[in-house]
C-alpha cells in the first residue's frame, strides 16, 4: 500500500476530529522514555493514560504477547482458553471470592456495572425499572459509552448526547449525607472512582470509603467501585479502596491492568455472582488470551518486584518534594493523590507549563480544573522521580521568575 508521507497531513485528512489534533509523533518506548519521530527522548510521566504500568515495552510483556502471538490470538467466549482462567484466578486471588468478566475497556467495564445494578434492581425489587437508580459522584468519570457517559456528571462530557440514561442522582465528594439522602426504594447501587482521576484528582477519604460501605449494607444496595484509572498498584496498593479496609460489590478495571494491551474487568463478589446468567451479557474480544497474557505479565511482575511496597516507599519523598514546590512557586496551589496517581492544581490554565514541560523531555496529563496529571510506570527509577521534580521547578521558575524569589 501506498501512504501520504506526512503523518499531520494523515491526521487532517483522514482522522475524525473528536480528539485536539496531537502535536507529537511517538515512534517507541522503552521503561521510563518513549522517542518521537525526530528522535527526541522524552520521560514518560503519562503512560498513555495510566496504561503503561511497567513502563514501555517491558522485557517480561513483550515476552508474554510474543510467545502468545505464536499461539492463539484469539478464540472467543465460546471455548475455554488457559490464560483467561488464570487471569480469573488470580484476580481473585487479589479482590476476594467471586467472578470474573472480561473486556476491552474502561467504559465497557462501566456498562457491565451498570447492567449489574439493573439484575440487582430487579432482583431486589421484583420488577423491571422500579430499582435502576445508581447514585454516582460529583465530577465522576466512568467512560465515554452512553452508560458511562450517563454516570458522568460532567457537561463536558455529555454536552451534545442527549438524551442518556435516567436515574444517576448525583452526591459529593466526602459528604455522606448527600449520598444517604438520596437513598429510597428505588436506589440499586453506588458508583464512585476511589481517586477520581479525570476530574482532577480529587481523594475519596477513607471515613468516606467506610461511610458508603456502612450505607450499602444498611439499605441493601450494591457498592460498586471503578478502579480503571486508580487499580492494578498505581496507588501503592492492588486497589486504592483498600486503604479503607473496606470489600466492594463489584470492582471495574481497565487502563493500567494489560500494561498497555487493551484490557478491562468486572470483579463481582460471590454474593451477587449469579446476577450474570448465560446470555446475559458478553464481549467477542473479552478475555482474549493475548490481553490475558498481558495482564497476567503486569500481575506477576507487581508480585516479583514487589512493586506495590516499591510505589508506596518511592511516591513519598517524590510527594514530598513535589509539595516544597509551592513554597517557591505561587502557581502551583496544590498536590493531591496518592502513590503514582499525584495531581498538580494550578492557579491557572496549566496548558503553556505543561507544553514547557514537553519541550524539555517530560509528558504529562491534563485532568479536569487547572490540574496536571503525574503518572509514571509503577517501574520507575528513584533518578527519575527526581528529575521530573527538577524539571518541574525549572519550568515553573522560568515562567514566573518572580514568584520563584519568594
Ligand atoms: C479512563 C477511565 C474510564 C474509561 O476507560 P476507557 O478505557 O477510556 O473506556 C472509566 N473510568 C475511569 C475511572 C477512568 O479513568
Redesign the pocket.
Known amino acids: 500500500m501506498k501512504f501520504t508521507e506526512n503523518i499531520e497531513t494523515q491526521y487532517a485528512e483522514f482522522r475524525l476530529k473528536n480528539y485536539g489534533p496531537p502535536d507529537l509523533t511517538i515512534v517507541k518506548g522503552e521503561g521510563d522514555y518513549v522517542w518521537d519521530d525526530e528522535d527526541n527522548q522524552y520521560l514518560d510521566f503519562g503512560t498513555g493514560?495510566?496504561t503503561a504500568s511497567l513502563g514501555h515495552c517491558h522485557p517480561a510483556l513483550v515476552a508474554a504477547i510474543s510467545k502468545q502471538a505464536e499461539t492463539l490470538i484469539h478464540a472467543s467466549n465460546l471455548y475455554r482458553m488457559k490464560p483467561q482462567g488464570d487471569l480469573c484466578e488470580a484476580l481473585v486471588k487479589l479482590s476476594g471470592p467471586g467472578g470474573l468478566f472480561f473486556c476491552?475497556?474502561?467504559?465497557?467495564?462501566?456498562e457491565t456495572l451498570i447492567k449489574l445494578s439493573r439484575l440487582y434492581g430487579i432482583q431486589k425489587s421484583g420488577t423491571e425499572n422500579s430499582a435502576s437508580k445508581v447514585i454516582v459522584l460529583d465530577n465522576?468519570?466512568?467512560?465515554?459509552?452512553f452508560g458511562?457517559m450517563s454516570a458522568?456528571p460532567q457537561a463536558k462530557i455529555q454536552k451534545g448526547f442527549y438524551p442518556l440514561l435516567p436515574s444517576f442522582p448525583v452526591g459529593k465528594l466526602n459528604d455522606i449525607e448527600s449520598f444517604a439522602s438520596q437513598v429510597d426504594e428505588a436506589t440499586a447501587a453506588i458508583l464512585i472512582?476511589p481517586i477520581?482521576?479525570?476530574g482532577g484528582i480529587h481523594v475519596a477519604s477513607v471515613e468516606f470509603l467506610r461511610e458508603l460501605r456502612v450505607l450499602c449494607d444498611e439499605k441493601e444496595i450494591l457498592f460498586m467501585i471503578?478502579?480503571?484509572?486508580?487499580g492494578v498498584g498505581r496507588t501503592g496498593n492492588f486497589f486504592a479502596h483498600e486503604v479503607a479496609g473496606i470489600k466492594a460489590d463489584a470492582i471495574?478495571m481497565?487502563?493500567g491492568l494489560g500494561g498497555g494491551f487493551?484490557i478491562?474487568a468486572v470483579w463481582v463478589a460471590k454474593k451477587f455472582e449469579e446476577l450474570f446468567q448465560p446470555g446475559s451479557h458478553g464481549c467477542t474480544f473479552g478475555g482474549n488470551p493475548m490481553a490475558c497474557v498481558s495482564a497476567l505479565t503486569v500481575l506477576e511482575t507487581i508480585e516479583q518486584e514487589n512493586l506495590l511496597q516499591r510505589v508506596r516507599d518511592l511516591s513519598e519523598p517524590w510527594i514530598q518534594s513535589l509539595n516544597e514546590l509551592k513554597d517557591t512557586h505561587d502557581s502551583l496551589v496544590e498536590v493531591r493523590g496518592r502513590g503514582f496517581l499525584i495531581g498538580l492544581d494550578f492557579k491557572q490554565d496549566p496548558s503553556k507549563i505543561q507544553a514547557e514541560l514537553q519541550k524539555r523531555g517530560l509528558l504529562t496529563v491534563r485532568a479536569g480544573g487547572n490540574v496536571v496529571r503525574l503518572l509514571p510506570p509503577l517501574t520507575v527509577s528513584e533518578s527519575n522521580l527526581k528529575r521530573c521534580v527538577e524539571l518541574i521547578d525549572d519550568v515553573l521558575s522560568q515562567m514566573e521568575p518572580a514568584a520563584s524569589t519568594k
Open positions: 493514560i495510566a476491552n475497556s474502561g467504559a465497557e467495564a462501566s465522576g468519570f466512568h467512560g465515554r459509552t458511562g458522568t472512582e477520581q482521576g479525570e471503578d478502579e480503571v484509572q486508580t471495574g481497565a487502563k487493551p478491562g
